[in-house]
């Protein structure tokens, strides 16, 4: 059975940065492209962020390029978002996600709040 | 960029009874789309992929059409547990670009 666990989320002040993680379980985890992708409270899902199966290739929305950046280690099974520069309108839970081209897999999400 | 607009917004249906969704590409997404279900409180779930195949576990009450720009999701009797939200996501352009609907809500009426 495939698990994502995300982690990291808290509240953090505008201008701040964060790490989450998504520990990976069930699925040969090196073979699979993954994602980030959030919701603000009330509000849809927007694709934030996608990494390909070697971690070589990375993709950003345009509402993060320049302040976020992920990441992934295979020999952890983990993927990973640094999250720099917060802002405000950044407050959303994070789900990560396993990818064809649609996410067939996702985590339970962890909350980021950004403010002061 | 490819929007994706979904009607209606709430959708309010009796138990047991029909429920069609909708969901428009502002381009042709060929038949790149899925669905998605989400309930308070939870991750969304995978229901649909390439517009009609159903993802591993989905019940045959729920089934996906449509291609180019128009798609439905039809739930073909409601069950208690099918009230949530639902989302069409487009990834005719990945890697990297996929957007999603605002969503339509399935409401008990």
């Known amino acids: ?116 | 960029e490819i929007v994706m607009t979904q009607s209606p917004a709430t959708l309010s249906v009796s138990p047991g009874e029909r429920a069609t969704l909708s969901c428009r590409a502002s381009q042709s997404v060929s038949n790149n789309l899925a669905w998605y279900q989400q309930k308070p409180g939870q991750a969304p779930r995978l229901l649909i992929y390439g517009a009609s195949t159903r993802a591993t576990g989905i019940p045959a009450r729920f089934s996906g059409s449509g291609s180019g720009t128009e798609f439905t999701l039809t739930i073909s009797s409601l069950q208690s547990e099918d009230f949530a939200v639902y989302y069409c996501q487009q990834y005719d352009n990945w890697p990297p670009l996929v957007t999603f609907g605002p969503g339509t809500k399935v409401d008990i009426e």
């Not at chain 1, 790490?19 to 994602?35: D, E, I, K, P």
């Not at chain 1, 992920?70 to 789900?95: C, E, G, H, P, W």
């Not at chain 1, 990818?99 to 709040?113: E, K, M, P, R």
């Open chain 1, 1 to 116: 059975e495939v698990q994502l666990v995300e982690s990291g989320g808290h509240l953090i002040q505008p201008g701040g940065s964060l790490r989450l993680s998504c520990a990976a379980s069930g699925f040969t985890f090196s073979s699979y492209a993954m994602s980030w992708v959030r919701q603000a409270p009330g509000k849809g899902l927007e694709w934030v962020s996608a990494v390909g199966a070697t971690g070589g290739d990375t993709y950003y929305a345009d509402s993060v390029k320049g302040r976020f950046a992920i990441s992934r280690d295979n020999s952890k099974n983990t993927l990973f978002l640094q999250m720099n520069s917060l802002r405000v309108d950044d407050t959303a839970v994070y789900y990560c996600a396993k990818v064809y081209a649609w996410f067939d897999s996702w985590g339970q999400g962890t909350l980021v709040t950004v403010s002061s």
